[in-house]
């Protein structure tokens, strides 16, 4: 009788190995297109997010014939003229029904009327987190602060190519910058004497949590108002162009500021409010010009080009950016 030999099939340990190792290169391969696909897709998200913030400028403008004040408050203690004294309110409130906040509008009208102080409003109200106003890229987007700041989002608006202490100190025209925004102002699109297409309306920037120590004595640490809505005193709705995108120059605000490595910045005792446009996204940020069209503009701008772009009406144009 003839027998027929059965053979067991298996892996060797060397080809388990093998199996092992090319399945490892072929993950390491593709999680960079992963994270790279979706990395785009935040990147479209937040630019989307601004295209809508301009939309509502815009449609602000179209309703009044002039932009929103960048802020309404007093600015380094004291109270610019026209101000509604410390209400600490800026852009962002009176935008709110342009960006589907009505309600959250509604709930605010209240404490418009009679300058109430934005941090006196209840917390249930300033701490609503606005989708909107959030740079998915940013892990730290929809914070809201520690400190009873309220929500504190990624999105603000050039007062121009200057630092604003400078303006409001030395300025003839006391508190005005060159930028379509700022203290009490009143832009309207016939004073964009440079153009809309050569002129910054907003940025992004890194939201920066609050560190919760003091190690200045003079609150630096604590509080960081980059992108806080509802306290003006700080002007941290708004940026400069003084600076490319991205800059190594630290931010700076007035009496305090949280200090990240991602977020350079120096606060405690100083009288500037300089906060640059940043993004974590590679290379540079998304800006939004005055026509409300958006450009991711390159952290390797020539700063004199990126300072003429803040200019509302200083007549220096730029070419291609």
């Given at each position: 009788?003839?027998?027929t030999?059965r053979?067991?099939?298996g892996f060797?340990?060397i080809e388990?190995l093998?199996v092992?190792a090319?399945?490892a290169?072929?993950?390491?391969?593709?999680?960079?297109?992963?994270q790279?696909?979706?990395?785009?897709?935040?990147?479209?998200?937040c630019?989307?997010?601004?295209?809508?913030?301009?939309l509502?400028?815009?449609?602000y403008?179209d309703?009044?014939?002039?932009?929103?004040?960048?802020?309404?408050?007093?600015?380094?203690g004291?109270?610019?003229?026209?101000?509604?004294?410390g209400?600490r309110?800026?852009?962002?409130?009176?935008?709110?029904?342009?960006i589907?906040?009505?309600?959250l509008y509604?709930?605010?009208?209240?404490?418009?009327?009679?300058?109430?102080?934005?941090?006196?409003?209840p917390?249930?109200?300033?701490?609503?987190?606005?989708t909107?106003?959030?740079?998915?890229?940013?892990?730290t987007?929809?914070k809201?602060?520690?400190?009873?700041?309220?929500?504190?989002?990624?999105?603000v608006?050039?007062?121009?190519?200057?630092d604003?202490?400078t303006?409001?100190?030395?300025?003839?025209?006391?508190?005005?910058?060159?930028?379509m925004?700022y203290?009490?102002s009143s832009?309207?699109?016939?004073?964009i004497?440079?153009?809309?297409?050569?002129?910054?309306?907003?940025?992004?920037?890194?939201?920066?949590?609050d560190?919760?120590?003091?190690?200045g004595?003079?609150y630096?640490?604590?509080?960081?108002?980059?992108?806080?809505?509802?306290?003006?005193?700080?002007w941290?709705?708004?940026?400069?162009?003084?600076?490319?995108?991205?800059?190594?120059?630290?931010?700076?605000?007035?009496?305090a500021c949280?200090?990240t490595?991602?977020?350079?910045?120096?606060?405690?005792?100083?009288?500037s409010n300089?906060?640059?446009?940043r993004?974590?996204?590679t290379?540079g940020?998304?800006?939004?010009?005055?026509?409300g069209?958006?450009?991711?503009?390159?952290s390797?701008?020539?700063?004199?080009?990126?300072?003429?772009l803040?200019?509302?009406?200083d007549?220096?144009?730029?070419?291609?950016?």
């Open positions: 009788m003839l027998r030999r053979r067991t099939q060797t340990l388990l093998v092992i090319i399945i290169v072929l993950i390491a391969l593709l999680l960079p297109a992963v790279q696909a979706r990395e785009a897709a935040r990147r479209s998200q630019k989307n997010n601004l295209k809508q913030l301009g509502a400028l815009h449609n403008h309703t009044f014939g002039v932009f929103p004040p960048g802020s309404f408050a007093s600015v380094y004291t109270y610019v003229s026209g101000g509604t004294d209400s309110k800026c852009w962002f409130q009176m935008i709110l029904p342009y589907d906040q009505a309600p509604n709930q605010l009208v209240p404490y418009f009327n009679n300058g109430t102080d934005m941090l006196s409003v917390q249930s109200i300033i701490t609503s987190r606005i909107v106003l959030q740079c998915p890229s940013d892990p987007a929809g809201v602060s520690s400190t009873g700041q309220g929500f504190v989002g990624n999105y608006l050039c007062n121009g190519p200057q604003p202490a303006s409001i100190n030395g300025n003839s025209n006391g508190y005005k910058c060159n930028g925004f203290g009490i832009t309207k699109i016939r004073d004497t440079d153009g809309t297409t050569n002129t910054l309306m907003g940025s992004e920037i890194i939201v920066v949590p560190s919760g120590t003091d190690p004595g003079c630096g640490g604590i509080y960081d108002y980059r992108g806080a809505y509802y306290n003006q005193l700080h941290g709705s708004m940026f400069t162009a003084l600076n490319p995108p991205n800059t190594n120059v630290p931010d700076q605000i007035w009496n949280g200090s490595a991602r977020t350079p910045c120096s606060g405690c005792a100083i009288s300089l906060i640059h446009a993004s974590m996204h290379g940020a998304h800006l939004m010009l005055g026509d069209s958006i450009r991711f503009v390159s390797n701008i020539d700063r004199t080009s990126f300072q003429a803040g200019g509302r009406n007549a220096i144009l730029t070419g291609d950016f």
